[in-house]
Every structure is written in C-alpha cells, then in structure tokens.
C-alpha cells in the first residue's frame, strides 16, 4: 500500500479538478473510499477560496505583472520587427 503524501494527494486532486479523472476512477484504481476522494477535493477548493479570499491583492499583482510582462515582450518584438525591416531596407537600397 503506497503511502498518500501531501504531493500525491495534490496531484489526483488536480487531475480531478481539470478532468482528467474522476472521483470514481481515482477511488478504483487507488483502492480508496469515493468519500474519502470527495474530501480530498473539497479540501482542495475551500483551500483555493481562502487563498484567494486571504491575498486578492496578490492574485491582481500577479495578473498585472503577466499582463505587463506580455505587453514588454509585445514592445521588444515590435521593435526588433522594425529594426529588421529598416536593415532590410537598408540592405535593399545598397544592391540597387
């Protein structure tokens, strides 16, 4: 009988969560009660509420930060676009 760590409960969580498995699967293949599976996700997402309850303050500065991080990237790109069409340009008018 393989130990349920911490790790292990986490991850059949998820994969309940996403889909990729249900409570009745998971207490089938891993030899555990449906109810006992039941409480390991609600304990899961009351976890997740107060998470998010505790810090949405967090939760925002993180979604700001993807969001600026994605809108540098965006700038970094649009100018190296530039600067390769201007060199192209450039490269253009010398062979003429």
Do not use: C, H
Request: aromatic fraction near 6%.
């Amino acid at each position: 009988m393989k130990r349920w760590t911490a790790k292990r409960k986490a991850a059949l969580v998820m994969e309940i969560i996403q889909g990729k498995t249900t409570v009745a699967e998971a207490s089938r293949s891993f030899d555990l009660t449906p109810s006992e599976v039941e409480e390991w996700v609600d304990e899961a997402k009351r976890g997740m509420e107060n998470a998010l309850r505790a810090k949405p303050m967090g939760i925002r500065e993180q979604y700001e930060k993807q969001i600026k991080d994605l809108q540098e990237a965006y700038g970094e790109v649009m100018l190296e676009l530039r600067a390769r069409k201007k060199l192209q340009s450039l490269l253009g008018e010398d062979d003429k």
